[in-house]
Nanobody, 133 residues
Framework: SQRLVESGGGSVQAGGSLRLSCVVRDDTYSNHGMAWFRQAPGKQHEEREAVAAYGSDGTTSVAASVKGRFTISRDNAKNVLYLQMNNVKPEDTAMYYC????????????????????????WGQGTLVTVSS
């Protein structure tokens, strides 16, 4: 069964908002730093970009490309990770993945981990976000 299950993707016009959710079904991830990665159309796995991270220490960090527009949060009681996306742009169009980066990982570290260094099993299947102009 899937250990990370994303939802909330869809089509939205530029300037609009979406909230992505990720249900974390594996308790071993309770002490993991978590992140949202995205893979734009035509890009390879190695080119996946971390856009926001939630550290195991409760810290958060977002990439410069989405700063001021995206917010990451985590509801530990419900085991859900969120990505609130506001004022979206066409360049935000991508498959968005929920990722368990690693144990005892700060947000800064989680945001800068290379996607190839994260075990395949720690990735959700993704949810597609399409932003039209």
């Amino acid at each position: 069964s899937q250990r990370l299950v994303e939802s909330g993707g869809g089509s939205v016009q530029a300037g609009g908002s979406l909230r992505l959710s990720c249900v974390v079904r594996d308790d071993t991830y309770s002490n993991h730093g978590m992140a949202w990665f995205r893979q734009a159309p035509g890009k390879q796995h190695e080119e996946r970009e971390a856009v926001a991270a939630y550290g195991s220490d409760g810290t958060t960090s977002v990439a410069a490309s989405v700063k001021g527009r995206f917010t990451i949060s985590r509801d530990n009681a419900k085991n859900v990770l969120y990505l609130q996306m506001n004022n979206v742009k066409p360049e935000d169009t991508a498959m968005y993945y929920c990722v368990a980066v690693g144990p005892r990982s700060s947000a800064i570290r989680a945001l800068n981990v290379m996607p190839g260094a994260i075990p395949f099993a720690n990735w959700g299947q993704g949810t597609l976000v399409t932003v039209s102009s």
